[in-house]
């Protein structure tokens, strides 16, 4: 088989799961989309400090809000879902922080507490970078992006939101 073919029916398998799904996940992967495009470009071409600001209220990097009770926790599974297909459909394109920012502002929009974390390693980061940071977005106990890479960075600070913010 060519490439064009294999790549028409890759396409075409994509668009019948996509077709498939219910409208509450259609409606979810697009406002997935339009946010990892935001803060995509707004992580390439703004600096970090004219946007760190929209995070929210800065904590300690070990905060963890416990008063939050009776989290959603299907419509955070189903964020982290949406999340990671769209970003798995654009082959890994987006980082953490783009990740961590565009799960952050649906949770802000749909009321629920949040906090995204900004972390190091105290070691090297990957290609012998020598900051190795990593960002995850958590509400409450729950991390909803970001949890697998999480492990060996040390928090440094977590933007946290509430509805009432």
């Known amino acids: 088989m060519t490439r064009p073919a294999k790549m028409r029916r890759l396409v075409i398998r994509r668009i019948r799961n996509f077709l498939g799904l219910a409208r509450s996940r259609k409606r979810l992967l697009a406002e997935v989309t339009i946010e990892l495009l935001r803060a995509s470009w707004t992580v390439r071409r703004?600096?970090?400090q004219t946007y760190v600001t929209s995070f929210g209220n800065p904590k300690p990097g070990d905060f963890v809000d416990d008063s939050l009770e009776n989290l959603p926790v299907g419509q955070l599974r189903d964020l982290h879902w949406a999340l990671t297909r769209v970003n798995r459909v654009a082959r890994g394109r987006f980082t953490c922080l783009m990740?961590?920012?565009?799960?952050?502002r649906v949770l802000n929009r749909r009321g629920v507490p949040n906090s995204l974390?900004?972390?190091a390693r105290p070691d090297r980061g990957a290609d012998n970078d020598p900051f190795g940071a990593h960002s995850w977005l958590r509400s409450g106990q729950y991390v909803v992006i970001g949890a697998e890479e999480s492990v060996g960075h040390i928090p440094l600070v977590s933007y946290h939101s509430t509805p009432l913010d």
């Not at 990740?99 to 952050?104: D, H, Q, Y």
């Open 99 to 104: 990740l961590a920012m565009a799960g952050k």
């Open 46 to 48: 703004r600096p970090f």
């Open 117 to 119: 974390v900004l972390a």
